[in-house]
T-cell receptor, first 110, second 112 residues
Framework: DAGITQSPRHKVTETGTPVTLRCHQT?????MYWYRQDPGHGLRLIHY???????DKGEVSDGYSVSRSKTEDFLLTLESATSSQTSVYFC?????????FGSGTRLTVV | DQQVKQNSPSLSVQEGRISILNCDYT??????FLWYKKYPAEGPTFLIS?????DKNEDGRFTVFLNKSAKHLSLHIVPSQPGDSAVYFC???????????FGTGTRLKVLA
């Protein structure tokens, strides 16, 4: 277990407001990822990071930005939340056999 | 374009019988495959993996088969137990990319 903590676990926000989700890991893993899970779409990669200040886009990056100023923290920001960004967001790091995921953040945009 | 596909959204199986979950992929460059299990309100957890140099990997009740020519993998669970009821995702990766592409998931229900 990579010791991944996501915060908050649940959030309701209004359309047009900025939102930041936090992922914290205690295993000093280099790679970190943000995915969203939606019915009929499975898990889709939003952004990932391969080191401090090194990030890249995934499949569904529009409307999202990320930052990684420390190895242990990876932040996902919705610059101006929309209803289409209502989803469950999972953070992950790369372990020995694949990903280890956090418990998720359920975000509702109203 | 969905590079990893799980065409069965759901599957019901009697307890004690075999569960077979299928996954197809389109990118021939993928060379590492994994299965994850997800319970409600939890993050996905790693179940089993297979490298493209193998065609079978077994771990207890779970076996993954890979058919590279057909670009198809399957997960067999024998015997199925009610605690196996969950959503199962397959994922694929290409060496050196450190990114996994996931399928849409199959919801398995094991009936007692």
């Amino acid at each position: 277990d990579a010791g991944i903590t996501q915060s908050p676990r649940h959030k309701v926000t209004e359309t047009g407001t900025p939102v930041t989700l936090r992922c914290h890991q205690t295993e000093n893993h280099r790679y970190m990822y943000w995915y969203r899970q939606d019915p009929g779409h499975g898990l889709r990669l939003i952004h990932y990071s391969y080191g401090v200040k090194d990030t890249d886009k995934g499949e569904v990056s529009d409307g999202y930005s990320v930052s990684r100023s420390k190895t242990e923290d990876f932040l996902l920001t919705l610059e101006s939340a929309t209803s289409s960004q209502t989803s469950v967001y999972f953070c992950a790091t790369t372990g020995t056999s694949g990903y280890t995921f956090g418990s998720g953040t359920r975000l509702t945009v109203v | 374009d969905q590079q990893v596909k799980q065409n069965s959204p759901s599957l019901s199986v009697q307890e004690g019988r075999i569960s077979i979950l299928n996954c197809d992929y389109t990118n021939s460059m993928f060379d590492y495959f994994l299965w994850y299990k997800k319970y409600p309100a939890e993050g996905p957890t790693f179940l089993i993996s297979i490298s493209s140099i193998k065609d079978k990997n077994e771990d207890g009740r779970f076996t993954v088969f890979l058919n590279k020519s057909a670009k198809h993998l399957s997960l067999h669970i024998v015997p199925s137990q009610p605690g196996d009821s969950a959503v199962y995702f397959c994922a694929a990766s290409r060496s050196g990319t450190y990114k996994y592409i996931f399928g849409t998931g199959t919801r398995l229900k094991v009936l007692a």
